[in-house]
Every structure is written in C-alpha cells, then in structure tokens.
C-alpha cells in the first residue's frame, strides 16, 4: 500500500490556509516591520559612512590587515554597482539571524537543561538542515506571497539549527567546577544560567550565531527566486541569462559580505577579548597568606 504523504501535506498547508489566514497576516506584518526597519536604517547610511563603519569594526574586532582588505573589497562592490544591493542582502541576513537567534538560543537552553526536551527537539533539526532548502520555497511563498517577508522566514527555518544545536553543547560543556562553585555562593538556577552559564558557554554560542549568518547568506541568494531581493537578483539574472559576468559579480559581493561577517563574528567570542572580557565569571582563587620569614639581625 502506497502512503500518500504529499497529499497529506497538501491538505495540511491548504487547512492552515483557510482557518489561520489573520494569524499569517500578523506574523507577515511582524517580520515585515522589523525587514524593512533594518533596511531603511541600512540605506539612510550614506556609502562612505557604512565602508568607514565595517573598517572600523575590522580593526578593532580583528586587525589592519583586515581591515584594509574590508575597505578595498567594499569599494569595489561599490565600483560594481552592488552597494545598494549588498545592503539589502544585509538586511535581510541580520533580520533571519535575529530571528533565528529569538527563538534558537531559548530552544537550546531548554535542550541543555531538559534530556527530554533535547531528544525531542534533535530530529525536528535533523529534518531543518537536511531538506534541500529550495523546498522551504514553496510553502513559504503560499503562506506569504512573494517578496521579503517569505524569504526571511524560508531562512530562519534553514538557518537556525546551528544556533540551537551549539547553544545546548556550549551550556552543557561549561566546566562542573564553575557550577558547583555558583551553587556554593548560592546561586539561584536562573543566576547560573545567566551568570555563569551563559557566558563560558559564549564561544560555542557565537560559533553557532556565526554559522547561521553563514547559511542564512546563502539562502538569502536563493530565496531571490520568490522575490526577496538584494545581491540574489544579480546571481539569479545571471543564470537566467546565462551572463557569467554578471553572475560572478552577484556571487564576488556574496563572498565578500561572507568573509566580512565572518571574521568579526568569530572575534566576538575569543577568551578574553570584547564580550567575554566582561561577561564570563570564573571563581577567584583565595588568597593564602604566605608565613612571614625571619630575618637575621
């Protein structure tokens, strides 16, 4: 016997469609207002001010060197036409990622304090990153309609597992030592998750913020194919002219925003630098007081 599985799912979307419709509209509007928020910001900075705002994030973040290069590598997306659109992929990528973030770092807190919690969640993840993520297209586009709105939601839905997955490795490989010190100071649970936790747990985090930014760029160039826009266009006018020029150009300011994104996520969560200066709190070590020697006369 054959197990009509797509038709289930058809009729699934098309029940979803006829009783949840207003429900729809409100998340739309919702992601929608925070979309285009990010974006009009992005815009209203004038070209020199944003190349000069991600140098100065280089340098402090990594390096010179990079920030040189980030310089060099922006002007010539600018000289490329593509600042505009590079914008707008960026809005729509900080826009996935703090949703992803919204709801992947409580999930993956929740899995590292719940067994039960995790074994349920792991498979649903399982199921997230292995779909060929042009199938996130589709539903996407009935329950939403083309533009934006529809393609940051296919790229939360791609992109989040990451985020989840190393939030709860991070909490639960935190030193026992660290926790049972907190517990000795008297620590309530919520103070040792966010006290102590939390931040020893923040380069596993970052890691898993960072790969969610990676996947959610590259989702973002497929999800131009349902109207989301930015640098997508210009790769998916390429193949559709076959223009290898045009498409390089589309996927060079792709890799370029990538590498950018990249170095100074991953910066943010090194021992001892930036965030991790100031958040993560380690047991002082007490403080014995040596025997005074004699001293001949």
């Not at 006829?18 to 070209?47: C, E, Q, R, W």
């Not at 997306?77 to 409580?106: D, K, N, Y």
């Not at 993956?108 to 719940?114: D, S, Y």
Request: aromatic fraction near 8%.
């Amino acid at each position: 016997m054959d197990f009509e599985i797509g038709s289930g799912v058809d009729k699934a979307v098309n029940y979803v469609l006829d009783n949840y419709s207003p429900a729809l509209d409100v998340i739309a509007t919702a992601i929608g207002f925070v979309t285009s928020g990010i974006l009009n910001l992005l815009s209203a900075i004038p070209m020199p001010v944003g190349i000069a705002i991600f140098v100065v994030l280089s340098l402090w973040r990594v390096g010179f060197g990079f920030a040189l290069f980030t310089g060099l590598a922006l002007w010539l997306v600018q000289h490329m036409g593509l600042w505009a659109a590079t914008m707008e992929t960026l809005a729509l990528v900080i826009a996935s990622t703090f949703l992803a973030m919204i709801i992947g770092l409580p999930l993956g807190i929740a899995m590292a304090r719940k067994d039960t919690v995790a074994a349920a969640v792991r498979p649903v993840l399982d199921l997230m990153q292995t779909m060929p993520a042009f199938v996130y297209l589709i539903p996407a586009a009935m329950f939403f309609g083309l533009g934006a709105v529809p393609g940051t939601i296919a790229t939360v839905i791609f992109a989040m597992p990451p985020v989840v997955r190393l939030t709860n490795l991070g909490i639960r490989q935190v030193h026992g030592e660290f926790i049972e010190a907190g517990q000795a100071f008297g620590c309530t649970p919520s103070q040792l998750l966010f006290k102590v936790q939390l931040p020893n747990a923040l380069p596993s985090i970052m890691a898993g913020i960072n790969q969610t930014i990676m996947l959610s760029l590259s989702m973002v160039v497929i999800a131009s194919m349902i109207g989301a826009g930015g640098i997508g266009n210009t790769v998916l006018t390429g193949i559709q002219r076959l223009d290898v020029g045009t498409g390089f150009e589309g996927g060079l300011a792709v890799v370029i925003l990538a590498v950018i994104l990249d170095r100074i996520t991953q910066s943010l969560g090194k021992e001892g630098v930036g965030l991790r200066r100031f958040l993560v709190w380690k047991p002082a070590e007490s403080k014995v007081p040596q025997p005074r020697t004699a001293t001949s006369s």
